[in-house]
């Protein structure tokens, strides 16, 4: 069965540095998600993208967050300066169209931890 | 505010006993509902779902779900747990939209199985 695949699975980093985690949706997909889960918190949407743009966005995803799809089968999350707070676990999640046809797949997560 | 609740954090069962795991919500409509495994290390895994129509949804893994217009909840059950279905569960929910649907979590809720 096809995956959602998101590389690197840990990634540490100095504060405010950058740091860009990267996506493969599968295939097929056309709507792209990214969640974030601090440690011992509930799963938080951050963006939707869909048709090469941002179709909703939550408040936590501020000016210092960005998602691109580059090349048509990656699609990235940058987090520009990066703050403690940014700690986290980044789940990927892709579905072929609107979601009463289709569920949410989700990628097994980067740890990114902000030193 | 549109919300998700589990009511327990955590929740202990033997292997063998039977299993069942609150979810309600807060919307003005009826949302599409998903239930979401997390093993310990790795992403999130869909168990069922309900669109429409029966209100008894079965999922993946042996498990069931009964969504209850009046009470607002989507209780995820399983007659006789596994030590493998150790881990921790969260309900969702989301609304049709045009250009993607975001997901809302609920807290999740730790299962622990005793031998």
């Known amino acids: 069965e096809p995956e959602v695949t998101q590389t690197p699975s840990h990634q540490v980093t100095q504060m405010g540095q950058e740091v860009i985690l990267r996506c493969v949706p599968i295939?097929?997909?056309?709507?792209f998600y990214w969640y974030r889960q601090i440690l011992g918190q509930k799963v938080e949407f951050l963006v939707s993208?869909?048709?090469?743009?941002?179709?909703?966005k939550s408040e936590i995803f501020d000016d210092q967050f960005s998602v691109e799809r580059p090349d048509g089968s990656n699609f990235t999350l940058k987090i520009r300066s990066t703050k403690l707070e940014d700690s986290a676990m980044y789940f990927c999640?892709?579905?072929?169209?609107?979601?009463?046809?289709?569920?949410?797949?989700f990628g097994d997560g980067t740890r990114l931890s902000i030193l | 505010a549109q919300s998700v609740t589990q009511p327990d954090i955590h929740i202990t069962v033997s292997e063998g006993a039977s299993l069942e795991l609150r979810c309600n919500y807060s919307?003005?409509?009826?949302?599409?509902l998903f239930w979401y495994v997390q093993s310990p290390g790795q992403g999130l895994q869909l168990l069922l779902k309900?669109?429409?129509?029966?209100?008894l949804v079965q999922g993946i893994k042996g498990f069931e779900a009964e969504f209850k217009r009046s009470q607002s909840s989507f209780n995820l059950r399983k007659p006789s747990v596994h030590w493998s279905d150790a881990a921790e569960y969260f309900c969702?929910?989301?609304?049709?939209?045009?250009?993607?649907?975001?997901?809302?979590f609920g807290g999740g809720t730790r299962v622990l199985v005793k031998p």
């Open positions: 999640a892709s579905n072929v169209e609107q979601i009463g046809n289709q569920p949410q797949h």
């Open positions: 295939s097929n997909h056309l709507y």
């Open positions: 993208f869909y048709n090469n743009e941002i179709s909703e």
């Open positions: 919307y003005g409509a009826t949302p599409y």
């Open positions: 309900y669109f429409s129509g029966d209100t």
């Open positions: 969702a929910v989301a609304f049709f939209k045009a250009a993607g649907n975001k997901l809302t």
